[in-house]
């Protein structure tokens, strides 16, 4: 079984800060028509693999479906052409028509059954604009296909608004494909809608990212691994509400940041905007997590796209997950009581050993896993508390997406599911002045201590 490290998916039951959504319910309204399956539209080339076996950076992720949220201003394109190109499209990236199963061994595959993705049409009362800035909410939710324990793997839920725009909400397995190679398939997408070739089309064949054999990991992989539990903790049978905020990080305060970051650092030190901005958001959020004084090690677990750390380079048509984590760990004593250079350093330290040893060591240690399963960094919870998960959605193509008809004036994530996660992403206008947002989830308690102090420089 797969090591999950993640749970994206929603229990849409869960309460949720009330606030988010309020504004919203009384004036819009999304009707959903049914569901319908868009299959592939050629016949499978010859030589087309029947299944194409997950690899260890497929297990290594969650078994679940990603959401992300599309919306563009009028004109919109009519949902008859966006159907008819996706299922030409899906002639080439048939993965995502396919199914998740298992081969004779048991290990893990996507069946290219050709069953079909999920494509919905819906009307929305309201206009786009009306969302703005599309705070994480309920109503967001409701432009992504419902998708929690589903067999397919793409869903797709096309909103048109009544002043002419439209939504593209995006249900994807990540086991399929990760961020980078699904913004590469919704490009070939937009491409055949406007009647142009995409630049390439995937292989279907991800024995470049499996374990040796026999797997051989050389390193300690706490990434993967739970830390033990402290016998003096009890775990409290019920948490506050669950709280979900975004946060808007302009170039002015983000170079800021980086500045403050380097202050106490060694001669010709340098971090990276996400170094800095992740360090100062650690700090934050412990306090708001009101940890002080508290005698415990904190994780920040950080996924990062190992394509241009491999040596040699994978292909350019390579199709799915080419992830690799790395775990700062750091106590809160140290956290609190050393400068930003401190944790910036140690963060920059975790990602910078992501090199082709370390990630081939890391899908060795995931094989092995799958082989002799034990109950290592696995979890069903909500609660992250007093560690961090964090994603990085600044590098991938979100704002290029264009069907003929203009880019987005969003794209991102609608919610986000759980204490803990952190998600940083382009603001709309990062093309043009760098500034980013970041979603993140707390319980209201301590998102409340957060919004106080988040964009203080004072540590």
Known sequence: RSIELLIFSLDRSRSIDRSLCEAFDSAMK??????????PQELPRAGLPSVVPLSASDLVVPRVHVEVLYAFEAPAPPVSLLESGLATVLSEYREWAGRLSKDQNGRPVIELSDEGAVLIEAEASGEVREMMPFNPSRLLLELIPVNRGVPELLL????KFACG???VGVARHHQVADGQAAGEFMNAWASVV???HPPFYPMHDRSDLMARDPPQ?????????????KSDVTVPSEYPELAIKKFHFNIDLLKKLKAKAVEDATENA???TFESLMAHLWKKITIARGLEGQDIEMRTL??????KRLKPSLPQEYFGNVMCHTCPVVTVQDLLQRPLSFVASCIH????KIKTSYVRSAFDFVELQQKNPVQIARTNRTVLSPNLSVTSWVHLPLYELDFGFGTPVFAGNPFIPFEGLVVIAPAPSYAKDGSLDVVLGLFAPDMARLEEICFSIDY
Do not use: C, W
């Open 156 to 159: 797709i839920q096309v909103t």
């Open 302 to 307: 950080v996924a990062v796209n190992a394509r």
């Open 30 to 39: 999304i009707v959903r028509g049914p569901a319908r399956l868009v299959r």
């Open 194 to 196: 406007k009647g142009l």
């Open 165 to 167: 725009g439209m939504t």
């Open 217 to 229: 990991p050389v390193f300690d992989h706490i990434e993967y691994k739970r830390p033990a539990p």
């Open 349 to 352: 330290n975790a990602i910078i």
């Open 270 to 272: 340098y971090f990276t």
